[in-house]
């Protein structure tokens, strides 16, 4: 636990530079068939600076109408791609008891993106961790409380670290400050891929 908050787990270096490139295979493929695309806030439609794709059953989107889970790509109308065994058998490493992944919604950050401090909580499944990789450049990573106000700490995701965010971390507000341009080589145009493997619904 980090944080002094039970339930957040930060697994450095879980996925080694094989790891990573192989995950990177499937994110591509999965971008071949669901292209990225660019989700805009509900009711002000300000633009995201973050582009986002998903896999597995259900993924999530975000249009002037709301934040929501659906089974199909918001623009093409298909249902998003599989999710790749390597992310249900990280699932199973790491997510303890919790009924298997639903969502993977797959977030890139080009090198000036960020992601404002924010609870996920359009889920149905608060009991399920979430689970995060990162791929590609560091990112500064900022948690908080379950209260917008309470103190902050950050720290630094690095392409191959995991993170469980269970329990009492769950509700924490977290966000994105910045991308460090140039920290990593598994991108060859730079920036950043964070996964997060999520429970959507009861089972
Ligand atoms: C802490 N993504 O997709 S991942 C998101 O790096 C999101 O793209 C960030 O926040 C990213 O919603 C952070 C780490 C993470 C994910 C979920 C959390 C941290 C969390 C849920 C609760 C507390
Ligand atoms: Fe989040």
Not at 69 to 93: C, F, I, S, V
Not at 132 to 152: E, H, Q
Not at 160 to 168: A, M, Q
Request: aromatic residues 8%.
């Amino acid at each position: 636990p980090i944080n002094g908050m039970s339930g957040l787990y930060y697994l450095p270096g879980y996925f080694d530079r094989e790891g990573q490139e192989q995950l990177l295979a499937h994110i591509r493929a999965i971008v071949a068939e669901a292209p990225l695309f660019q989700p805009v806030m509900p009711k002000t439609g300000k633009p995201f600076s973050v582009r986002m794709s998903n896999c597995g059953p259900l993924g999530w989107v975000s249009d002037i109408r709301g934040y929501r889970y659906q089974p199909a790509h918001p623009e093409t109308g298909r249902p998003w791609p599989a999710m790749p065994d390597a992310l249900t058998h990280l699932w199973k490493d790491v997510a303890g008891t919790a009924p298997p992944p639903e969502a993977c919604l797959i977030n890139f950050y080009d090198p000036s993106a960020r992601m404002g401090l924010h609870q996920d909580r359009d889920e149905q499944m608060f009991e399920a961790p979430v689970v995060s990789v990162s791929l590609g450049d560091t990112a500064t990573f900022r948690v908080g409380g379950v209260n917008r106000k309470d103190p902050t700490k950050s720290f630094r995701l690095q392409s191959g670290d995991v993170v469980v965010l269970g329990g009492e971390a769950r509700l924490a507000f977290h966000g994105i400050d910045r991308v460090l341009n140039g920290t990593s080589t598994l991108l060859k145009n730079g920036g950043r891929i964070n996964l997060t493997l999520r429970r959507v619904t009861p089972p």
